[in-house]
């Protein structure tokens, strides 16, 4: 997929053809810098059970990064919401306890032919972010939003990595800011 951008402010207009960075590579990668041990720390994850394909396999690439960079298997916690428009409440459910350091939210909101989509993925990504202003700690966006279900699995372990490793990483890295 090429994208046409066009330098908007000077007389000088330049397009410039980019190809998608997606179609190209494994999308999950992340430099290892800021990743103190986590092994003190208390996780929270919370789980959609809507499109369960895709969010099981998001849920286990965080859990193995968790694990991998030192949080302890009994300082994960699990929680499982209907869908994803559930995720911020039982985010705030979890942020709420001194006991738990970071929540990751994972879900999954495949594009369909209606505006439910716009809707569900506004909410869940507003949601989420105010989670976390409000409870003063890291509440990670690991919602995928693809066009379709092949995209969705190339982001849950399929060619393109898998969005859960990224959004355990970015708990790590936000607890160690």
Known sequence: MELDVKKLQTSNVKRVNLKMASSQKNLSSYTATNLKD??????????????????????????DTLLKYGAKKAN?????????????????????????DAVICIGCVVQGETKHFDFICDAAAKGITD??????????????TPNNQQQALDRAGGKHGNKGDEAAITAIKMLNF
């Open 131 to 144: 989670v976390g202003l409000k409870y003063n700690k890291p509440v990670i966006f690991g919602v995928l």
């Open 38 to 63: 986590v092994s003190s720390k208390k996780f929270g994850i919370v789980v959609s059970e809507w499109n369960a394909e895709v969010t099981e396999s998001l849920y286990a690439g965080a859990l």
């Open 76 to 100: 994960i916690e699990r929680r499982t919401v209907p869908g994803t428009f559930e995720l911020p409440l039982a985010a705030q459910w979890m942020a709420a306890r001194t006991d738990i």
